[in-house]
């Protein structure tokens, strides 16, 4: 791959990658924050207070890590498997 | 892709920093200005020149003026089309009249639904007045407030209000920021030796590279804080997981604790009167007093205008804290009984409270806001000199390769730069300069920010070919001129059109116009030393070339 599409290739990694993986810690940090007895209102909270810090991590990670190719899978995979993990607990009856 | 973790966080730092840094600047200098965008407004709209007002009384005065707005029209339009012709009925779902401690005017929103289901984003409509309290009388032509109707939504979303884009881009630039501090810490290892160096007499690139360490890591807690809040402020635009993916859960769960606040989720349908508001709002007032916080009201909400279940929220003025409004309490609108008095926030609420509070300062304290305008010029003069280190140190070297790089970029960062300034300080002129009787009085002056910017990036541009031999682009210097010559003619035209000059309103001690025009002054002085600086430097360019 030339440095051009491995720079385009992270850069995409840092901000669309990030952002799935960010959204699916906001999910499952509210279905957590549900479970733990959090109102809607603070499980939500929490989690917009926790993911930016969340997101600044992963976009750095995304330029130092050794492998894109991991960055991608840990970013989507991580995304995809907290949306649904928060979405099993969140749909399940409490 | 990079041979260390430095190298990494060294490019990370280096194009985030350029690429975002160009909006960046342009949302810390918007914010900047966004700290005293009420004195702003004072200034642009000579007949509000007058003290800060408490809440007027809702019932004689602001409850006839809301039944009155009509939706914005251009909104109107869209959603006719939208509907394919003729609309519905228009209800009044919500009325909010919202003042601080530095309004004299106030702000009064009405929303209205326009379908059955009010939770359909485009069934909603919204419309504005704006009054002045001693008489309840609106605003004649509504004139557009220069602070905190165009300098703030710049600072939030660049008006670019096509799908929210510009809150995504300014999103993604406070993550860059975010990104670039982390980056930044990384890469200037020897920090604290760092913080206490300035070399102000070296050459140009290691003294900026100085100027940008101190700026960068003396403000380093505020910038940090301040694009942490500004994006969690936003988390909702960025997240929306309650309106999307768990919509149904977030519906079920909301209503419930509706319900256990003993508040109403949603209209009966079944019209009521509203009883008097004024007193819920002396009720809310005793009800502060008693719990050890008295203090002046800061918003009244009335949520289903009209229906048997509507509510009166009424929220105290933050002035005296951090957290912006709250110690809201919750009255049946049709009897003015409790409904529900807000406790004290949780943990959670309380840390996000503060945070957006920190970032909005609507509290009563001049010094501290004075250095929020301090942090926010740190963060320009940071970005500003990561540019020019960015150039001068790859100007020789593009030079003799005759690559444009360093050439774009430094012509990009004199048209944000000066630019804005050229732009922000041409709508204070025209400001003074249109006549009062002009129709389309507003878009004229954002016509006059948005043209002066776009003058200032084609002379950028045109003023740029220096930079092929690696000379200083003559830009810089012309625009600070303009700056100069725009900013003192703002003081002068103020004076002359509406005779208050630096003179009488220091004297008078009204300061909101004397903040602005003592600015100015100082703003066009340091466009015009810098001018004279670079003019002195432009003279000699021998001598730097023998020392380096």
């Given at each position: 791959m030339s440095r051009r599409a491995a720079i385009v290739s992270r850069v995409l990694a840092a901000v669309a990658g990030g952002w799935l993986f960010a959204w699916g810690f906001v999910v499952l940090c509210l279905a957590l924050g549900r479970r733990a007895g959090l109102s809607w209102a603070d499980a939500q909270t929490l989690a917009w207070l926790l993911v930016f810090g969340v997101y600044v991590t992963t976009a750095c990670w995304s330029f130092c890590a050794a492998r894109a190719a991991r960055v991608w899978l840990v970013l989507v995979g991580g995304g995809l498997l907290m949306t649904g993990a928060g979405w099993g607990l969140m749909a399940a009856p409490t | 892709m990079f041979a260390s973790f430095r190298h990494s966080m060294t490019w990370l730092h280096t194009w985030a920093g350029l690429v975002l840094g160009y909006v960046l600047v342009v949302v810390f200098f918007f914010g900047t200005l966004s700290v005293f965008d009420r004195e702003i407004d004072r200034w642009a709209i000579p007949?509000?020149?007058f003290a800060p007002q408490p809440m007027p009384s809702f019932d004689t005065m602001l409850r006839p003026v809301l039944e009155r707005i009509r939706p914005e029209p251009a909104d109107l339009a869209a959603a006719r089309e939208r509907a394919g012709g003729a609309l519905p009925a228009l209800t009044p779902v919500e009325w909010t009249a919202y003042t601080t401690h530095r309004d004299p005017v106030l702000l009064l929103y009405t929303e209205f639904a326009l379908g059955k289901d009010p939770a359909e984003p485009d069934a909603v409509l919204y419309g504005h007045a704006t009054i002045d309290?001693?008489?309840?009388?609106?605003?004649?032509?509504?004139?557009?407030?220069?602070?905190?109707?165009?300098f703030y939504p710049m600072h939030i979303g660049?008006?670019?209000?096509w799908h929210d884009v510009g809150y995504w881009i300014v999103g993604l630039s406070a993550l860059a920021m975010l990104c670039a501090l982390v980056s930044g810490v990384v890469i200037h290892r020897r920090l604290f030796r760092e913080f206490f160096t300035f070399r102000p007499r070296k050459h140009v690139q290691r003294s900026t590279l100085d100027l940008h360490n101190l700026t960068g890591v003396a403000a380093l807690p505020f910038h940090f804080f301040f694009a942490l809040s500004g994006l969690t402020i936003f988390a909702g635009m960025y997240f929306p997981v309650s309106e999307t993916l768990l919509k149904p859960q977030a519906q079920v769960a909301q209503a419930a604790e509706a319900r256990a606040r003993g508040l109403p989720a949603r209209a009966a349908g079944v019209a009521a009167p509203l009883a008097s508001v004024d007193a819920m709002v002396a009720e809310a007032r005793r009800r502060w007093a008693a719990r050890g916080m008295p203090g002046e009201v800061g918003m009244v909400q009335v949520e289903h205008v009209g229906d048997r279940d509507s509510v009166v929220a009424v929220y105290r003025a933050g002035s005296d804290r951090v957290a912006l409004l709250g110690q809201a309490i919750h009255f049946e609108a049709t009897t003015g009984r409790v409904l529900h008095e807000e406790p004290p926030a949780t943990a959670v609420t309380g840390v996000n409270d503060f945070l957006t509070g920190l970032h909005l300062?609507?509290?009563?304290?001049w010094l501290l806001r004075w250095l929020y305008v301090a942090g926010g010029l740190a963060g320009c003069a940071c970005i500003v000199t990561g540019f020019l280190f960015f150039v001068e140190k790859r100007k020789r070297q593009h030079a003799r390769a005759g690559v444009g790089g360093a050439r774009w970029a430094d012509a990009m960062a004199v048209a944000t730069v000066t630019g804005m300034l050229v732009a922000t300080t041409a709508m204070l002129v025209a400001n003074r300069l249109l006549p009062e009787a002009l129709a389309g009085r507003n878009d004229w002056q954002q016509r006059a920010f948005w043209g002066a910017w776009l003058l200032a990036f084609v002379h950028a541009a045109w003023r740029s070919r220096p930079l092929r031999q690696a000379q200083p682009s003559p830009a810089w210097r012309e625009q600070c001129i303009a700056v100069a010559a725009l900013a003192w003619t703002a003081v002068a035209l103020n004076a002359a059109t509406t005779g208050d000059h630096l003179l009488r309103t220091l004297a008078q001690g009204y300061w909101p116009v004397a903040g602005v025009d003592l600015a100015l002054l100082i703003a066009g002085a340091c466009a015009a030393g810098v001018a004279a600086r670079l003019r002195g430097r432009r003279r000699a360019p021998q001598l730097e070339g023998h020392h380096a």
């Open positions: - | 007949q509000t020149r309290p001693r008489d309840g009388r609106l605003l004649p032509g509504d004139p557009l407030k220069l602070g905190s109707e165009f660049l008006h670019l209000t300062q609507q509290f009563h304290h």
